[in-house]
C-alpha cells in the first residue's frame, strides 16, 4: 500500500480523495480499490465522513470518466478505420465488428457502461468505446455516475468495516484484483490465437 496515498488523503481530506480517484480513472494503474478503502479507514477512524468520502471518490472519477468520453468523442470512430483496417489481428476485431458494437452500444450501451465501472481496468476504458460510437452524452453520465458511485461505495464501506485493520485491504483486494486482470489478458490473448477476420 502506497504511505503517499495515505498522507495525501489525511492531508487533504475529501479534496485528497476526489483528486486520487480523477487520477485513477485517467492513469488506470493507481488502483481506486486501495484508495477508496483508505478513506473509508479514515472514515471509520472519525477523520472523515462516509457519505462525503464517497460522494467526493465519485466525482474525482466521474471528472476522469467525461474526459475520456469527451476526448474519443472528439476523435470519432472513423479516424480509427486505417488503423483497424492494418491492426485488426492485434486489436482482435474488423470493421464489421465495429459497426455491429456500434449496433449493440446504441441497445444496450448502459448496461455496458453501468457494469464496466465495477471492472478493474475496464473500469476506466470503458468511456472510450462510449465515446467513439456517440453515447448520448446525458445516458453516459446518469449510468457512469451510478456505477461509479455503486463501485466506490462498496470499496469505501469494505474500508469502513476493516476499520484499523487496514492490512486485511491488500490481503483482501489485492488477489480479487489479480485475478481479474488475469482473466482479462487471457481473454486478450485467447482472442489473438483464435481470431480471424470475417467474411
Request: charged fraction near 15%; glycine fraction near 10%; aromatic fraction near 16%.
Given at each position: ?107 444496450y450501451g448502459f448496461a455496458f457502461v453501468f457494469f ?11 468511456s472510450i468505446p462510449a465515446g467513439l460510437l456517440h ?18 461505495a462498496l470499496l469505501a464501506v469494505f474500508g469502513w ?39
Amino acid at each position: 500500500m502506497s504511505d503517499w496515498m495515505i498522507n495525501l488523503i489525511e492531508q487533504s481530506g475529501y479534496l485528497g480523495v476526489a483528486f486520487l480517484m480523477f487520477l485513477e480513472t485517467v492513469f488506470p494503474p493507481i488502483p481506486s480499490e486501495i484508495i477508496m478503502s483508505i478513506a473509508g479507514v479514515k472514515a471509520a477512524q472519525g477523520a472523515l465522513s462516509l457519505p462525503w468520502v464517497i460522494a467526493a471518490g465519485t466525482a474525482g472519477a466521474m471528472l476522469g470518466n467525461y474526459f475520456w468520453y469527451l476526448a474519443a468523442r472528439v476523435i470519432g470512430i472513423d479516424r480509427f478505420k486505417p488503423l483497424i483496417d492494418r491492426y485488426g489481428r492485434w486489436l482482435t476485431m474488423d470493421w464489421n465488428e465495429i459497426q455491429r458494437a456500434e449496433k449493440l452500444f446504441g441497445q444496450y450501451g448502459f448496461a455496458f457502461v453501468f457494469f464496466g465501472r465495477m471492472l478493474p481496468t475496464l473500469r476506466s476504458l470503458i468511456s472510450i468505446p462510449a465515446g467513439l460510437l456517440h453515447m448520448r452524452l446525458s445516458t453516459f453520465v446518469v449510468w457512469s455516475t451510478l456505477g461509479t458511485a455503486g463501485w466506490t461505495a462498496l470499496l469505501a464501506v469494505f474500508g469502513w468495516a476493516v476499520g484499523n485493520n487496514v492490512d486485511q485491504i491488500d490481503d483482501f483486494i489485492g488477489p480479487v484484483s489479480t485475478a481479474v486482470i488475469i482473466l482479462i489478458v487471457a481473454t486478450y490473448l485467447w482472442r489473438v490465437i483464435f481470431w480471424r477476420p470475417k467474411a
